[in-house]
């Protein structure tokens, strides 16, 4: 689209010449001069009757832009709404009030600019609010999806360069100049080639960043698809719609496609060895999306000591968020060659075993009755169900202490929460217990010892 205004600015007929490149050289080197003649003409052209066409000109496209933008909006609202979440901060008016009415201002001002210059009426002041219109619009657009401070400030400072070369006559000599500029590499390549394959390669691909992203936000809205999958296939539609641009740019520019056909074979080794640990991220990733194994908002626990709930499944890794508010990025591979408890694949309700030692001698029954008494003030406990009551257990006799465990089922929530569970109940228990009069025994041992050994051992081993 850009490209297209430019294109269509420096194509109008114009009422004086257009500069040569020789005649650019001589205004190079004479600069005052060459601005001077720009500056006596647009005193012509306020002087004349003309201005009064171009400044009616300048207010219909005005007009009819913002006539048009209210009515676009108000069609497409939901359209819009969509479109401003992919923009960075995610504001409606932002998009809509910024970027649509310079965007339909100034195809309407440069459809005016060139039925003007058809008829001979000059069109030099109108160049400039076009101009100034279509450069707005690239400002505005990057600054609402450029996150980096530099890149944004790059191309506002390029976009002012060109669009003062395109109100004074400037741009198309200077393309022609460049154009000349051949490079000796095999073939013939200018410096507008090059110019080009990077501008319509960073173009297709923002663009295909940018639809990639709209079209992320309406599958986030889709009930159909579980979150992620609604992830992975946003993340591959990106990666298609990349790739697509880039073939698509490469063959714009005459680039013969067949010539990647060692460069892709060269990519494959590439893959075999040094991205090998990429690509079975990425295979991984799709198996665990397919199989189902692991979805958004299950808590897992890893071989590798990791655990916490899933947040994010992406094609290379996954991100889980631990109870200490920790992100983590684990590599996909691990949750496919690895062991992985997901304790919410099925069902979130867990049973839970804790364990209580008691003196010997007490009361077994008692014991029984404090430690139920105890689960049943914790809130974590599942209740309501006949067959996952609490229960205690008698498990076995340790050196000073009789060994019971506490058997209780958990609530959905408590599964994603064990060390506070588990807290809870020791707490609850240890109180339980002190209201019984029941005493946990501090760890015992016996020291016998034979009377006179020492003493034996001390004669044998004195000198003489």
């Known amino acids: 689209m850009i490209v297209h205004f430019l294109a269509l600015a420096n194509t109008i007929p114009d009422i004086t010449d257009v500069p040569s490149i020789q005649d650019i050289g001589e205004g190079f080197r004479d600069?005052?001069?060459?601005?001077?003649?720009?500056?006596?003409?647009?005193?012509?052209?306020?002087?004349s009757?003309?201005?009064?066409?171009?400044?009616?000109?300048?207010?219909?496209a005005l007009a009819l832009g913002f006539i048009f933008t209210r009515i676009l909006r108000a069609a497409t609202g939901g359209f819009f709404a969509d479109l401003a979440e992919s923009f960075r901060g995610g504001k409606y008016e932002a998009v809509s009030a910024t970027l649509v009415f310079p965007?339909?201002?100034?195809?309407?001002?440069?459809l005016i600019i060139s039925g003007f210059a058809g008829r001979g009426i000059p069109v030099d002041y109108m160049r400039i609010v076009g101009a100034a219109l279509v450069a707005t619009l690239i400002i505005?657009?990057?600054a609402l999806t450029s996150r980096d401070p530099l890149w944004r400030w790059t191309i506002i400072v390029l976009t002012i360069i060109g669009a003062l070369l395109v109100v004074?006559?400037?741009?198309?000599?200077?393309i022609e100049f460049i154009d000349s500029l051949v490079l000796p590499l095999g073939e013939d390549l200018s410096l507008l080639d090059i110019f080009k394959v990077l501008v319509i390669a960073v173009a297709l691909v923002w663009g295909a960043s940018f639809f990639s992203r709209l079209i992320e936000t309406r599958l986030s809205k889709s009930e159909r698809m579980t979150p992620s999958v609604r992830g992975l296939f946003g993340q591959l539609v990106r990666i298609l719609m990349i790739g697509i641009a880039i073939f698509i740019a490469l063959n714009m520019i005459g680039i013969d496609l067949t010539a990647f056909a060692v460069f892709t074979g060269a990519l494959g080794v590439g893959i075999g060895f040094g991205l090998q640990s990429i690509f079975s991220n990425f295979v991984a990733g799709i198996i665990i999306i397919l199989e189902k194994t692991l979805k958004v908002g299950d808590f897992v626990d890893l071989e590798s000591g990791i655990t916490g709930e899933v947040r994010e499944i992406n094609v290379r890794s996954t991100l889980i968020t631990t109870n200490d508010n920790i992100d983590m990025l684990v590599p996909n591979s691990?949750?496919?060659?690895?062991?992985?408890i997901n304790w919410t694949l099925r069902e979130a309700k867990r049973r839970m075993h804790v364990p209580v030692g008691v003196a010997y001698g007490t009361d077994k029954d008692l014991v029984k009755k404090a430690i139920l008494e105890a689960a049943d003030n914790v809130e974590f406990t599942l209740k309501g169900f006949k067959n996952r009551k609490p229960d205690v257990w008698l498990v076995g006799f340790g050196d000073s202490s009789l060994d019971f465990e506490l058997i209780v089922w958990l609530t959905d929530e408590a599964t994603k929460?064990?060390?506070?569970v588990h807290a809870t109940y020791c707490w609850e228990i240890e109180t339980a217990?002190?209201?019984?009069?029941?005493?946990i025994p501090f760890p015992q041992r016996d020291l016998h010892l034979v009377s006179g050994s020492f003493g034996n051992e001390k004669e044998k081993g004195a000198p003489d």
């Open 334 to 340: 691990e949750f496919i060659n690895k062991r992985v």
């Open 417 to 420: 929460k064990p060390g506070k």
């Open 168 to 174: 004074v006559r400037l741009f198309t000599p200077l």
């Open 31 to 47: 600069i005052s001069t060459f601005f001077s003649s720009f500056l006596l003409r647009m005193q012509a052209e306020l002087l």
């Open 140 to 142: 505005r657009t990057f």
């Open 433 to 439: 217990l002190s209201k019984y009069g029941i005493a």
């Open 49 to 60: 009757g003309t201005i009064w066409l171009q400044l009616g000109g300048i207010v219909v």
């Open 103 to 110: 965007l339909i201002a100034s195809t309407i001002i440069w």
